[in-house]
């Protein structure tokens, strides 16, 4: 298995290389083909892989995406959802996502003032992000990476980024005091009682306690959950997969981006669900390759590090297929956006930046028994 490794960490390469100039200013295309477009947030999360990628023209174009991103600032210092528009503007991941990648990147190429005004005035406006003037950031439905998913008030997900770049940056004291307030254990915090992993979201009284496995991986990842408690993380997650396998309800020896999934009639069902969202598809439950490169990387830091081989080979396996009838030159490597948790069908675009992208981060952080960059 390891040469069939070997083999798709080329192809994601080869993703790569396509995908790193289009139509638009040459900036790197989100997918191969059905999305021209830079959209801020998966190319921003395709650096983990670039940063592996040992390729010096990927991390240049990744260069230009930061420094575009810089120029196209709001003038409070929002960064926009596509990297060449600057009035394109409302998503609640993507300046969160700069301050951590802009981090990486100073790391990476040893430039510690990179961009040191831009980030400075991101900083800025994610200071004044939260709801109740304290640490935890607030954000509005549909505003992060889920345009189908309602995450209201305090996102895991983008807490979890917040954490993440507040270390990254050497905000020590910041970071702590903001670990201290996601682990409160009176509702106003993400722990939920009774189960390891923390809350979807949560706003005053309300709270929604799906598992988002992306957000509950970069908690693990960034270190807002300490070593016990990602551990029992990791096993929890797996027996309730388990349980999903044994019900018929996935397919795959991947998890799904959300669980359980959200049926008709649950209080957190939308009507648009039943036409964009269906249980067990796209932010509802669907597999997605970026997530999962996501949570291998955070079963390796974990310390479980023959489970995260053994989803490697899975995820080798998942970012292979195609869509069924669609030929061309991607060959037997299609990388799809997401895959039905069912059946294990590749919907979405082929060509997936961040799919590429983080099939390598995972890879590299098997191969190294560690949670690479953070």
């Not at 995406?65 to 609640?92: C, F, K, M, W, Y």
């Not at 954490?163 to 106003?188: K, M, S, T, W």
Request: aromatic share 12%.
């Amino acid at each position: 298995m390891e040469s069939a490794i070997q083999l798709t960490k080329q192809a994601a390469i080869d993703v790569l290389l396509h995908n790193r100039s289009g139509p638009f200013d040459g900036l790197p295309r989100t997918a191969g083909w059905g999305y021209p477009e830079p959209y801020t947030r998966d190319l921003l999360i395709s650096a983990l892989g670039i940063f592996t990628s040992g390729r010096e023209e990927l991390v240049g174009a990744l260069r230009e995406v930061l420094e575009t991103l810089g120029r196209n600032q709001g003038p409070h210092g929002q960064i926009p959802s596509l990297v060449q528009d600057p009035e394109n503007r409302g998503a609640s991941d993507t300046t969160p996502l700069f301050l951590l990648v802009l981090g990486m990147f100073r790391r990476h190429t040893g430039e510690a003032a990179f961009l040191e005004a831009a980030g400075a005035k991101a900083l800025t406006w994610m200071a004044y992000q939260t709801t109740e003037d304290r640490d935890l950031v607030g954000q509005q439905p549909t505003s992060d990476w889920r345009d189908e998913q309602w995450v209201l008030g305090h996102g895991l997900y983008v807490n979890a980024l917040v954490h993440g770049y507040l270390r990254i940056l050497g905000l020590n004291r910041q970071a702590g005091a903001f670990r201290e307030a996601a682990n409160r254990v009176d509702g106003r915090g993400f722990l939920t009682p009774g189960q390891p992993t923390y809350a979807f979201w949560f706003y005053k009284v309300l709270r929604n306690e799906r598992c988002d496995v992306l957000g509950n991986s970069l908690a693990i990842l960034t270190g807002l959950a300490d070593g016990d408690r990602a551990r029992e993380m990791v096993g929890w997650i797996e027996a309730q997969c388990e349980a999903l396998r044994r019900q018929g309800e996935l397919a795959l020896d991947l998890p799904p981006c959300l669980f359980p999934f959200v049926q008709p009639g649950d209080w957190d069902w939308h009507a648009r669900d039943g036409i964009y969202n269906p249980p067990g598809s796209y932010h509802n439950g669907g597999v997605w390759p970026f997530v999962c490169g996501f949570y291998i990387a955070a079963l390796v830091a974990a310390g479980a590090y023959d489970l995260a081989e053994r989803k490697l080979l899975a995820l080798t396996a998942l970012v292979q297929r195609s869509k069924k009838g669609q030929i061309h030159h991607s060959g037997a490597f299609g990388f799809n956006e997401w895959f039905r948790a069912q059946d294990g069908s590749p919907e979405g675009e082929e060509w997936q930046t961040w799919s590429a992208s983080m099939y390598l981060y995972a890879a590299a952080c098997v191969e190294a028994r560690e949670a690479l960059f953070f």
